[in-house]
């Protein structure tokens, strides 16, 4: 169980096109999810927190025109980068947490988004 | 370790030996703490967690002790496998209703055969 998926696993766009991203929790209602971004080498940086009907909660330095999120269902998150540049190319990890077993977070797989 | 630009603190070992994992996090309010494993090109996996309520906690092959005098956390993992190879990070859960997760900078560990 606690399964969280994300789709797609790998994608390359050019320089100014929009990518959106999904994150799935497959087996459990997810109140919240979390966009992380993540850097070769480096740590995860949490980006937004997101509550199933109501709008996300960005931290600070995240310009959130530019990373859109929405969260419409108990089971889906998307995030959507707009007008890519290739200084966005990064590893995006969502992850959700369990409406009944609140305290733990369920990681997806991650996507590598390549901007060119 | 302190890790230097962009640079993750690298932990050798060889196969069967312990290792000891080190974190340092920054906020005394936090509660909760947890330590993931992370694959190359995969998501973080949870190994193990604790409340700030304890100072030790076991799981299978895994320790992890709390040390919040200083702010200090540590992953020990027994007989370590080549299979362990990965790099390890901490996370720190500041409160509040959202379950805020700050990550620590991560180790690599490598494990010789």
């Known amino acids: 169980g606690a399964v969280v998926s994300q789709h797609p696993s790998r994608v390359i766009c050019k320089s100014g096109t929009s990518v959106k991203i999904e994150c799935r929790s497959l087996?459990?209602?997810?109140?919240?999810m979390f966009w992380y971004r993540q850097f070769p080498k480096q740590s995860l940086m949490l980006m937004a927190t997101?509550?199933?009907?109501?709008?996300?909660?960005?931290e600070q330095g995240v310009e959130k025109d530019k990373f859109l999120i929405n969260h419409a269902s108990l089971t889906l998150s998307t995030l959507t980068v707009t007008s890519a540049h290739p200084e966005d190319s990064s590893f995006y990890i969502c992850s959700a947490r369990d409406r009944v077993v609140y305290n733990e977070q369920f990681f997806g797989p991650g996507t590598r988004l390549t901007v060119l | 370790g302190e890790s230097v630009g962009l640079h993750l603190p690298t932990l050798s070992v060889q196969e069967g030996d312990n290792s000891i994992i080190n974190c340092a996090y920054s906020n005394s309010a936090s509660d909760y703490f947890i330590w993931y494993k992370q694959e190359s090109g995969k998501g973080p996996q949870f190994i193990i967690d604790?409340?700030?309520?304890?100072d030790k906690r076991q799981g299978q092959r895994v320790t992890v002790l709390l040390n919040k005098t200083v702010k200090h956390l540590s992953l020990q993992i027994a007989a370590t496998q080549p299979g362990d190879s990965a790099v390890y990070f901490c996370?720190?859960?500041?409160?509040?209703?959202?379950?805020?997760?700050?990550f620590g900078k991560g180790t690599l560990l490598t494990v010789n055969p």
């Open positions: 996370a720190e859960n500041l409160g509040g209703s959202n379950y805020k997760l700050t």
């Open positions: 087996d459990f209602q997810a109140t919240t």
């Open positions: 604790i409340r700030s309520n304890m």
């Open positions: 997101s509550n199933e009907g109501s709008k996300a909660t960005y």
